[in-house]
């Protein structure tokens, strides 16, 4: 399948919704990078939508439910997903491109009124053999559509929500300076080609871990914040520190996909490991096969350079230093 027409596919289908409600992910830093590149596309199109409230939806409406893994067996909560996607009150919904993977219930729940879209092949041929009534199309990922130069914090003209000001709170007490500490805590200086390179390894820790790379010494940094995904004043300034936290380095290796993404975006190298289901091959595949400085690893296996720097990273006395530190800094907290 082209993908260049079903992402016309998904222009269309949205300009065609008029007036929708949209529905972002909560999550991590992965995750509000996709609600802010999904922002700035709807603010392009020129398309007008309102945030989702569960307290104040109208008679009817459209649903537009943010893209990413939420329909994933490791994350899915089939009931009270199908109560929101199927709600009598929703005319037509549409899911942007997402991972789809062992949730048949969910499939088989939907209807009609659902435009799924997928951003990996594996997806699409996943939800086309459920024989569900609703229609599938391929799509790239919404964090292709961020412009990092255009993540400014928007101009409210009102007070700071609740969330707001506990994110204010969490950036006074340093948030940012965390995000860089965890970087360069992740890396080693190591030898690239000809060259000695800056490498942070920043793997995930949770159910959808690529292998059991993850150790004491590497940074999940896209699980160190968590957010609603709703739209608020920081949300700019939060993207660009985990941009800047990300470029203290010359290559990022990691099993995240927005971690990734956001190393792409960056203009770093990056290392692309698959996580459990073929997540990350997937959008690869899909979007970024033609990026020169991205490079997917089979099998999640490293290249002989990366695996002597990650022996280096974990050399026992970094690790015992480390620990050290981390039981030092417990007594004082």
């Known amino acids: ?123 699409y041929r996943y939800c086309l053999s ?25 101009k409210l003209p009102r007070e700071l929500s609740n969330e707001e000001l506990r994110t204010r709170t969490q950036i006074k007490r340093g948030l940012f300076a965390k ?5 360069r805590r992740a890396t080693i200086l190591s030898p690239v080609g000809e060259k000695d390179k800056k490498i942070a390894f920043l793997l995930r820790e949770d159910a959808e871990k690529s292998s059991p790379n993850s150790t004491f010494m590497s940074y999940d940094i896209s699980a160190a914040w968590h957010t609603s995904g709703r739209q608020m004043a920081y949300n700019g300034e939060i993207l660009r520190q985990f941009s800047a936290a990300l470029k203290q380095v010359d290559i990022i290796v990691s099993d995240r996909l927005h971690v990734c993404i956001m190393a792409y975006l960056s203009g770093l190298e990056v290392y692309m490991l698959d996580n459990s289901y073929g997540k990350l ?38 690790v015992s230093i480390r620990w050290f530190k981390k039981k030092l800094s417990s007594l004082f907290h």
């Not at 996607?85 to 659902?114: E, K, M, N, W």
């Not at 995000?179 to 970087?183: A, F, Q």
């Not at 990026?291 to 350079?305: F, G, M, R, Y």
Request: charge should be negative; include cysteine; aromatic fraction near 10%.
């Open 1 to 123: 399948m082209n993908n260049e027409v079903d992402n016309l596919r998904l222009n269309q289908i949205l300009h065609d919704l008029g007036d929708f409600v949209y529905y972002p992910n909560f999550g991590n830093l992965g995750d509000l990078l996709i609600a802010e590149g999904t922002r700035q596309f709807f603010q392009r199109e020129g398309l007008t939508y309102r945030e989702y409230d569960e307290k104040n939806l109208p008679a009817q409406y459209n649903l537009v439910y943010a893209g990413g893994a939420r329909f994933t067996s490791c994350w899915c909560d089939t009931e009270k997903c199908l109560r929101e996607l199927t709600d009598p009150r929703i005319q037509c919904c549409v899911i942007l491109p997402h991972s789809f993977y062992d949730v048949d219930a969910l499939l088989d729940g939907l209807d009609s009124r659902h435009h799924l879209f997928c951003r990996d092949e594996r997806s």
């Open 179 to 183: 995000l860089r500490r965890g970087v």
């Open 130 to 154: 459920r024989q569900t009534a609703c229609s599938v199309y391929l799509a790239e990922d919404m964090a292709f559509q961020l412009d990092m130069e255009k993540t400014d914090a928007a």
């Open 281 to 318: 091959s997937g959008v690869y595949r899909l979007s970024m096969t033609g990026a020169p400085k991205v490079h997917l690893l089979p099998d999640a296996e490293l290249t002989p350079e990366l695996k002597a720097a990650w022996k280096r990273l974990n050399a026992p006395w970094r």
